[in-house]
């Protein structure tokens, strides 16, 4: 399967303007006027504790890459001097 049959593929499931307004009726039904703004800031406040943890192991990652060449760097000029 070709890249472009693939994307061709995938636009498929993209919803067009209709398929949204009827998604976002049916979820006004479900959960009424009231409850959309708690599910919009529980959403948000989900996705905010999942970058900042996402951001935290990146920085663990990059410093444990840093304290690694630190701690490499020394022994490599001692072996480049024997």
Do not use: C, Y
């Not at 303007?17 to 009726?25: F, N, P, S």
């Not at 006027?33 to 920085?59: C, H, Q, T, V």
Request: aromatic share 4%; proline share 4%; no cysteine.
């Amino acid at each position: 399967m070709s890249v472009t049959n693939l994307s061709q593929h995938l636009l498929l499931f993209i919803p067009n303007g209709m398929e949204l307004i009827v998604t976002l009726l049916i979820v006004v039904l479900l959960f009424g006027g009231k409850k959309i703004p708690e599910l919009a800031k529980g959403i948000g406040k989900g996705i905010r504790e999942f970058n900042e943890a996402k951001d935290g192991i990146k920085s663990e990652i990059e410093n444990g890459m840093k304290d690694k060449d630190k701690i490499q760097a020394p022994n490599a000029n001692t072996t480049n001097n024997a």
